[in-house]
């Protein structure tokens, strides 16, 4: 928890407190031997006093109480020193995953209201894969009782059974169920909605809003005489084409308009009802262009016009449904551009999850995207097919290194990439370090080469004899062969040569020619 002003995280603010899970055997059992380990009975303890603020058997968010009700009941002192208590357990709860805290203010009473929102604790298995937790674990009490802890919560498979083929049985829902499509309860919808989106609050700067297309909201706007009709209604049951249909939605900002029309055009599906993606994305890409530039025509007209206020696009950034996480031993560093704005694991979650075109416009001054350089990575993305999540990096490293955002510096750090196959974020994560790492290396090198080997001990400043018999004698040792000469240099100070005296030089020069010839 970072609180700035003990001031505004006191006994008297109020709090509420939100999770949607209900604790188990298996889910005390990892509380009391995995967690309590690495952050202590004290935050274990404020971790199940949250959680009874809410009956057990109810999900959703608690009434609003004064924090001195948490106070009491984990019996601490009301004052500065009960603060800083409080704010070190909540700071380990979230650490490890268990707790995410939000304040929000309202503006015409200037109050803090804390939102305190619990997770429930990960699954042995999920726990063992998540190598930070597995090594704060094993260096709190041992690897030894790290294997025993494990041996207890994990049963592994019967021996039995390894190297037997396995035949999938289960039942579809739609092998058993058909539900009513032809009847739209509108209300329902939105209740539905209403409820999943109550979950979703933001926590940072570049959290949106995460909804997509739903069937029945493009079903709605649909021509009924289409000829890609049959094939639109077909989506209720094609999931996976609905996905990506909202995943051109999100990285191209797509209105539910202009989704229905692309979606009547010939071509997006083929003979079967398949949807191509690659042409769906394609046609996307144009409508996303145009709109830019009818929104750079409008902004001139009105800037022209002297209006006192520009327009805005009015577009929505959109979130992946489900993304992915980041190991922290992949995290890249925040650039001062974003410093105060975003932390590390919302930075890293950005690169990862979030489309180029939304990355792109958080590193240009207010989001202008210039058009050549958007055409580069264009280019990337749709003929080189190059994953996001690396483009993404991509693009921080062209801003961390202080690069060119030339064509030719940005397509040349593109084909590295392409001929390394370099296709996950990790591994793009691992080249930008190893570029680095070179980087680092030269500059030491050229460093080094600047200053000069280093003089023979015992040796005259004009590398004499003594100089070559040292250099001579270190050869065996891996010292240079050649011994070090200097090259004489002009002395500081010293007058140019006056025309007289440049005469005079040249009549020498004339009269020893002459004796030779």
């Known amino acids: 928890m970072k609180i700035t002003n003990v001031l505004h995280f006191t006994e008297n603010h109020r709090f509420t407190v939100c ?104 699954s042995p298995h999920e726990f063992f894969l998540n190598q930070h937790l597995a090594l704060l674990l094993r260096d709190k009490v041992g690897k030894i009782m790290l294997l025993l802890l494990r041996d207890e919560l994990l049963a592994e498979e019967p021996p039995e059974l390894s190297g037997s083929v396995s035949e999938q049985l289960s039942v579809p829902f739609y092998d058993l169920f058909r539900l009513n499509t032809q009847v739209m309860d509108h209300q329902l919808e939105q209740a539905l909605y209403e409820t999943a989106a109550a979950g979703h609050q933001a926590t940072g ?63 997006i599906f083929d003979v079967e009802g398949n949807l191509m993606y690659e042409e769906l994305q394609y046609r996307a890409n144009l409508l996303y262009r145009q709109a830019k530039r009818r929104g750079e025509w409008t902004e001139r007209k009105v800037l022209q016009l002297a209006e006192p206020a520009g327009v805005q696009d009015g577009s929505s950034e959109e979130v992946p449904a489900e993304e992915l996480g980041v190991q922290m031993e992949y995290y890249l560093e925040v650039p001062s551009l974003f410093q105060g704005q975003c932390d590390v694991h919302q930075y890293n979650m950005l690169l990862r999850n979030h489309p180029y075109t939304l990355v792109l416009k958080k590193f240009f001054p207010q989001g202008t995207v210039p058009d050549g350089v958007l055409d580069i990575f264009e280019r990337i993305d749709l003929n080189y097919g190059l994953p996001e999540e690396v483009i993404n990096v991509l693009i921080h490293f062209i801003h961390t290194d202080r690069r060119s955002w030339a064509k030719n510096s940005i397509e040349a750090v593109a084909a590295d990439l392409l001929g390394k196959q370099v296709a996950t974020y990790e591994q793009a994560v691992e080249y930008i370090r190893e570029k680095a790492r070179y980087k680092a290396k030269a500059s030491a090198a050229a460093v080094k080469r600047k200053e000069g080997p280093p003089v023979p001990q015992g040796s005259s400043p004009g590398g004499g004899r003594g100089a070559q018999n040292g250099s001579r004698g270190a050869s065996g040792r891996g010292a240079k062969q050649k011994p070090v000469i200097p090259v004489a240099a002009d002395k500081p100070g010293r007058k140019p040569l006056s025309d007289e005296e440049m005469e005079a030089i040249i009549r020498k020069a004339s009269k020893w020619e002459d004796k030779k010839a």
């Open 205 to 267: 700067g570049f959290n949106t809003d995460s909804r997509g297309f739903a069937y029945t909201d493009i079903i709605a706007r649909f021509p009924k005489g289409s000829r890609n009709r049959p094939f639109v209604e077909a989506l209720q049951f094609r999931k996976e084409h609905l996905v990506a249909i909202n995943i051109a939605k999100s990285k191209y900002n797509l209105e539910l308009q202009e989704t229905c029309r692309l979606l009547d055009e010939d071509g």
């Open 19 to 122: 999770r949607d899970f209900s604790l188990g055997s298996l889910d005390r059992k990892m509380l009391q031997s995995m967690y309590q380990p690495m952050i202590g009975p004290g935050a274990i303890a404020l971790f199940h006093t949250l959680y009874s603020q809410l009956p057990g058997e109810k999900s959703g968010y608690s009434q609003l109480e004064q924090q001195r009700r948490l106070f009491l009941q984990m019996e601490l002192e009301q004052g500065e020193k009960g603060r800083k208590q409080l704010i070190e357990w909540s700071s380990k709860l979230e650490a490890v995953g268990l707790l995410s805290t939000t304040r929000r203010l309202f503006p015409e009473s200037e109050e803090y209201v804390y939102s305190y929102q619990l997770y429930a604790p990960l």
